[in-house]
């Protein structure tokens, strides 16, 4: 099968197409004919070798996929050799076909491309987990969003507007600020605006209650600042460092709580638990129209190394995705 493989760490350049065996299944996974692959942050750190793969994952990069069911073991799935579904994987998602666990499969939402539903399992799963099933966003709470543009953050904004709740978005262009805006958020635009001073000043004083939080380092500090009282911050990304130092009497005397997470290294019990509360809270909204993946451009699976380079720039809004 063309796969698309990490030569050796470095920059774009390194993603090489090559021809590989096909994946070979263990119990209770499946294969699946790939017609587009997501690309996302995480593929980007595998690549310069800051990211290895889990132990047993295919060392291709690749954390999410769509296309069709063509072979493997769907006992105790509503699944059956082909149908489309999209998948979140550990690995491997640059290539024809892909080898994951059944229970990490859903159905392609009704009204959806493939291409657009290559773009839901990696950015969703993370979102659900870390906003509703981590930090536990109540009605009638409200939540700022670091990285607003993002495949993330587009995701973070919708879902959380389709559900009734406030939403910032921090963003770093005039651009930008209209495109989340035009997602129901309040856009701040970092490199000209306080997002503290904005979040407090929409909130007459009281703060977030979530913050979803991809830039850690200096940032931590100033999300103290503009979190209201029993507040949770998630982090879920150290692009601005992984070190900080924190006011720990804001944190005690206000009830704060700060925590995070990763999902790729995450036991397959626990994708396959979200994966079923996607399907109950989040397909719904998918299907009604209510919520979107937000595809920026499609690449050809050979040209991953431009969709790298694309990505790197930070001129997208949304997803970007391989036509497989």
């Known amino acids: 099968m063309l796969a698309v493989e990490i030569t050796a760490p470095g920059g774009p350049e390194v993603l090489q197409p090559t021809q590989r065996p096909m994946p070979t299944l263990a119990a209770g996974q499946v294969l699946i004919q790939v017609a587009a692959a997501g690309v996302n942050r995480p593929d980007v750190f595998q690549r310069k070798g800051a990211y290895p793969a889990p132990a047993g994952a295919s060392d291709l990069p690749g954390l999410e996929v769509a296309g069709t069911l063509i072979a493997g073991d769907l006992r105790g799935t509503s699944l059956k050799i082909g149908d489309t579904v999209c998948a979140l994987l550990p690995g491997g998602g640059y290539a024809e076909f892909a080898a994951v666990d059944a229970s990490h499969c859903l159905p392609v939402p009704k009204g959806l491309s493939l291409t657009e539903a290559a773009g839901i399992p990696e950015t969703f799963f993370t979102v659900y987990s870390n906003v509703w099933m981590r930090a536990q966003l109540q009605a009638g709470e409200s939540l700022l969003v ?3 543009a993002s495949g993330i953050g587009t995701t973070a904004i919708q879902l959380a507007v389709a559900k009734g709740h406030q939403v910032f ?3 770093g262009s005039d651009e930008r600020v209209q495109a989340v805006e035009q997602l129901g958020a309040i856009g701040i635009n970092y490199k000209t605006q306080s997002f503290e001073e904005v979040v407090l000043a929409h909130t007459h004083g009281r703060g ?6 991809m830039v850690a380092g200096d940032y931590l500090n100033r999300d103290l600042a503009c979190l209201a009282d029993d507040g949770r911050i998630v982090v879920i990304a150290l692009l601005g ?15 704060l709580t700060i925590t995070g997470s990763t999902l790729r290294p995450r036991e397959s019990a626990f994708k396959a638990q979200v994966a079923q509360a996607l399907y109950q809270e989040v397909w719904p909204l998918l299907e009604q129209g209510k919520v979107k993946p937000l595809i920026y451009q499609t690449f050809p699976l050979a040209e991953a190394a431009q969709a790298h380079a694309l990505m790197e720039r930070g001129d997208q809004i949304g997803k970007i995705i391989l036509a497989v």
């Not at 977030?208 to 939080?213: A, E, G, R």
């Not at 460092?241 to 009830?255: S, V």
């Open 241 to 255: 460092g992984a070190k900080a130092q924190l006011d720990a009497g804001q944190i005690l005397r206000r009830r």
């Open 169 to 171: 978005a921090t963003v």
């Open 208 to 213: 977030v209650d979530v913050i979803l939080d």
């Open 146 to 148: 670091h990285g607003g």
